[in-house]
């Protein structure tokens, strides 16, 4: 990660806002979504309100075990942040997955709220 310019929002604050959108129920996401969200996934590229985002948390707990190794951090602008990291989880059933992710958030002021997330499934490595 560069040092270079100083990044004003909580990094220990922004990865848990994070862990909560992979841990998270609908609630969650209503509460910490922007009102329009870019979202990418290996079958879906689109932008979603936040109540259509909302509905693809229904269920709980659907992810265990997860580890972020923070790859990155830039702040563009006071109110934008964007990171990128890779991502160790266990969904439910106990199939392994790991993700180069990058999400962006805006800050509004009721707080940081997700308004980009993009996931790139990568091979589950061994012991990470």
Known sequence: MSD?????????????????????????????????????FPQMAKAMDNADLAKTATKPNRWRDLKIDLKGI?????????????????????????????????HRVNGWKMMFHAQTPIEAAAGK
Not at 5 to 28: C, N, Q, V
Not at 93 to 102: D, F, I, Q, R, T
């Open 74 to 106: 830039i702040e563009p602008g006071s109110d934008i942040v964007m990171l990128t990291y890779e991502a160790h989880a266990t969904r439910e059933n106990g199939e392994p997955y790991a993700a180069l992710v990058s999400t962006g958030y805006v």
């Open 4 to 40: 270079s310019k100083r990044i004003t929002a909580s990094k220990k604050d922004l990865l848990e806002l994070e862990k909560g959108f992979w841990t998270g129920d609908s609630a969650y996401y209503a509460a910490n979504a922007d009102t329009e969200c870019l979202v990418a």
